[in-house]
């Protein structure tokens, strides 16, 4: 069964280090997301990305974070200089079409902790 | 205020005990609700998707149910396999590619 995968799966780093985490989605899927989970808390919407834009983001995703398609499989989170606020649980998603109408296929996750 | 919001946040039941999860609503014109298995330091994982109220779907020994206000997750004869956090999850409203929105999850516990 096809399935996201995200890299690393763990990350250590010092507060305003920059931090990039990386994610493959399903092939032939053309949206893809980033969503958080603070440690015992819910899940949450950072961004949406079609056709090489971001489409919808949150208050969350502010100018600290960056997206992009580098290549045909790749898409990334990039976070300039972290807080020790931003030690989560990242999740990639992926869905063949809108959100609404198709289901969003997570990955296993990439934890990051902020010394 | 929660677009979302599901209850119980923690159930614990023995084996074979069934009982419901809720998950009630708030955004108009649902395009979706979305329900989903998360175990522990793991991703989301999708169970089902509902679009209209009186549609049912069912899985093993899960049953999810809409109507127009809510969503009811039945588990019949639970497994602890079944332990899990279960999650709703709808689009945030409006048109086009509008974010999954969730709730915080019902953490069920199934003792042997």
């Known amino acids: 069964e096809p399935e996201v995968t995200q890299t690393p799966s763990h990350q250590v780093t010092q507060m305003g280090q920059e931090v990039i985490l990386r994610c493959v989605p399903i092939?032939?899927?053309?949206?893809f997301y980033w969503y958080r989970q603070i440690l015992g808390q819910k899940v949450e919407f950072l961004v949406s990305?079609?056709?090489?834009?971001?489409?919808?983001k949150s208050e969350i995703f502010d100018d600290q974070f960056s997206v992009e398609r580098p290549d045909g499989s790749n898409f990334t989170l990039k976070i300039r200089s972290t807080k020790l606020e931003d030690s989560a649980m990242y999740f990639c998603?992926?869905?063949?079409?809108?959100?609404?109408?198709?289901?969003?296929?997570f990955g296993a996750g990439s934890r990051l902790t902020v010394l | 205020e929660d677009q979302v919001t599901q209850s119980p946040e923690a159930l614990r039941l023995q084996e074979g005990e069934s009982s419901s999860l809720n998950c009630s609503y708030t955004?108009?014109?649902?395009?979706?609700l979305f329900w989903y298995r998360q175990d522990p330091g793991k991703g989301p994982e999708f169970l089902f998707t509902l679009y209209s109220a009186g549609e049912e779907k069912e899985k093993e020994r899960l049953k999810a149910t809409l109507t127009k206000k809510e969503s009811f997750l039945h588990i019949t004869a639970p497994k602890p396999e079944d332990s899990a956090t279960y999650l709703c999850a709808v689009p945030q409203g409006g048109s086009g590619n509008t974010p999954l929105v969730f709730g915080k999850g019902t953490r069920l516990s199934v003792i042997a």
């Open positions: 955004v108009s014109g649902l395009r979706g």
């Open positions: 998603a992926s869905s063949l079409g809108i959100a609404g109408a198709n289901v969003l296929t």
């Open positions: 990305f079609y056709n090489n834009e971001i489409s919808e």
């Open positions: 092939s032939n899927h053309l949206y």
